[in-house]
Each structure stands twice: as structure tokens, then as C-alpha cells.
């Protein structure tokens, strides 16, 4: 007589078992980009906001007694942005499907974080493509100081040099020292970590162990100010490969991505903005085609608000090597 083996008991043996959960995709964090932008609120209708600008600035002449004044007015300009973002993200899930899906309530649960999220990456990197606003393959001077060029290490990589100088051209500018930030892509932040002066800083350069201590990055932001700059690092990045012609020459970027320098000092945010539609959902059921359908959509404009509060360096990718 036989008895209960795996041989003769397949039949009772499930080949195949489904977990309970499901498993989503890893994302990348958000750096929250809106928080550098000056949202407007006296917006309500239209497409087309105009905001007069003066130059408050005025001539001084030296003056010779019993000579008449001169009198000279203010320079006016107007500013414009509008709304040009339309955004919309739908998803719908059968009524068949609903039925037969183990999953379908677990999936369904998704579809509206999952809108979210799509808008909101859409809305920083919309932002963050502000940068390229700048006039290209051009040093965008302001002040006597370049406002945008091609990183200065060697095969274009970001440099020390590139933070000391972006200081100095936003201070020429005239640009708070007060909430100074840096957005860099990752290849930067491999760059800066692995950065002799930050490896070896405790035995050969003591001046730099009030910079780093541990790590280059503690999860977005960096654990240290790096000449007065609070570096982020995003994914979202704008490419730029151009050639850029400064009193150092013309360097060029061929695999080059825009890293920006600015400050986030409430007072001079670099980017305005206005929504005419906050994220917005509306869900129904079909029943023409016997589904549920969940949507989100929202309306919204950015645009470059202060030149002179911006400095992007465009530093080559194709550099990071394994180890």
C-alpha cells in the first residue's frame, strides 16, 4: 500500500502561489520644485497675467549751483506669463474586471494617488525646465557675471569652482545670500562625493571637515552647505548640450545636464506661477461601456520671473564610471 508522497499527491500541490499584495514600481522622489515658485492668487480669470515693472534705480548727476535740475523718469516695462499647462490623467477599471480580478479593489485603490503623482512630476519638471528659458548656448550676463556655462572641470564635469562662482554672480546680481540652493543631477552629487578635497578632507584638507562630516547626501539634500548653497538632487533635470563662449573659451556639453543656483529667499523666488485648476478629480461609471472611470486634470502656468536670481551650469552625465 502507498503512501501520501509528493509523487502521487501533484495533483494536491499548487505549482504556482499569488501573493495577497501587489508590487508597485520604486519612483523618484520629488524635490517639491513648486516651493520656488511665487504663486499668485489675484489670477481668476483669463489666460494672460501682465505685471508692470520700474526700474528703481535713478541717475545722480553732479550739480553746479544756479544750473537748471535734469529731471528724468523712471524706466517701466511690463511682465507676462500665462496659462499653458492643460493636464489631464484617466484611468478605468471594468465592471467584468471588477468582478473577476482578485486584485481589482488593491488596483483600484491606486488610481488616484497614481494621477496625482503623474501631475505632480509634470509640474516639477515643468519648473525645472525654466531653466533652458535662459537665452542658449550664451553666458547670459548680468551685472558683469555670467549667469549660465558649461561646468569648469575637467570633461565638463561640475567643479568647486562652479559653486564659488555662482555665488559670485548672483551676489553681483544683487540676490540675497539668504535660502541659496543648488538642484543637481546625480551625476553631480557623484562627482562632489567622490571629490578628493571631500574624501580625503580629514587627513590632507582639515578646511573641509566643516563642509562634510559623513556622506555627500542624506536622502534629497545634502548633510552640509556647500559655499552657502543647500544642494538637492533631482532626476528631473532639464538636457542641455550646447557651446558656451566665456573669457575661459568655448566649452561645449555634449551629454549635459542644467543644474540650477539660485535663492529661495521668499522675496526673490526666481519662478512665478498661477493655477486656474488645482488637481482635480472626478470619478463615474459608464454605463455605455460598464466601467468606472477616475480622472484628474489641472491647469496651470510657470514661468522664469527674476533672470537675475538664476544661474545654471551645464555639467556632462557620461563621466560617472563603476568602480
Do not use: C
Request: net charge negative; no cysteine; proline share 4%.
Amino acid at each position: 500500500m502507498a503512501g501520501e508522497t509528493t509523487a502521487n499527491n501533484t495533483v494536491l500541490i499548487r505549482a504556482e502561489l499569488w501573493s495577497g499584495q501587489l508590487k508597485d514600481v520604486l519612483q523618484e522622489e520629488l524635490i517639491d520644485a513648486q516651493r520656488y515658485v511665487n504663486w499668485l492668487t489675484e489670477f481668476p480669470d483669463g489666460t494672460t497675467f501682465t505685471i508692470p515693472s520700474i526700474n528703481n534705480q535713478v541717475e545722480l548727476d553732479n550739480y553746479v549751483e544756479d544750473t537748471a535740475i535734469t529731471y528724468r523718469a523712471m524706466s517701466k516695462g511690463e511682465f507676462q506669463f500665462s496659462i499653458t499647462e492643460y493636464k489631464s490623467a484617466g484611468t478605468y477599471i471594468t465592471k467584468k474586471n471588477r468582478q473577476d480580478a482578485y486584485y481589482a479593489s488593491m488596483l483600484e485603490a491606486m488610481f488616484v494617488p497614481a494621477q496625482a503623482r503623474a501631475i505632480a512630476e509634470d509640474v516639477e519638471t515643468t519648473i525645472l525646465a525654466l531653466a533652458n528659458t535662459q537665452t542658449l548656448s550664451d553666458p547670459n550676463t548680468i551685472n558683469g557675471a555670467n549667469h549660465r556655462w558649461v561646468a569648469s572641470g575637467t570633461n565638463e564635469v561640475i567643479a568647486i569652482t562652479d559653486f564659488a562662482y555662482a555665488d559670485y554672480a548672483l551676489t553681483m546680481a544683487n540676490v540675497p545670500q539668504t535660502g541659496r540652493v543648488a538642484i543637481v543631477d546625480p551625476s553631480v552629487a557623484f562627482t562632489l562625493s567622490t571629490h578628493p578635497n571631500f574624501v580625503n578632507h580629514v587627513a590632507t584638507t582639515p578646511m573641509w571637515e566643516g563642509i562634510v562630516s559623513e556622506n555627500i547626501a542624506s536622502g534629497m539634500k545634502f548633510i552640509r552647505n556647500l559655499y552657502g548653497f543647500d544642494v538637492y538632487v533631482s532626476k528631473f533635470l532639464p538636457t542641455a548640450n550646447e557651446t558656451i563662449t566665456s573669457a575661459a573659451g568655448a566649452r561645449t556639453t555634449a551629454s549635459g545636464k542644467a543644474n540650477l543656483f539660485f535663492s529661495a529667499d521668499s522675496a526673490v523666488l526666481p519662478f512665478i506661477g498661477a493655477w486656474r485648476q488645482m488637481p482635480e478629480v472626478d470619478s463615474e461609471y459608464n454605463k455605455d461601456f460598464q466601467r468606472e472611470e477616475y480622472l484628474t486634470t489641472a491647469r496651470y502656468g510657470v514661468k522664469l520671473y527674476r533672470p537675475e536670481n538664476l544661474i545654471v551650469v551645464l555639467s556632462d552625465t557620461d563621466q560617472v564610471s563603476p568602480v
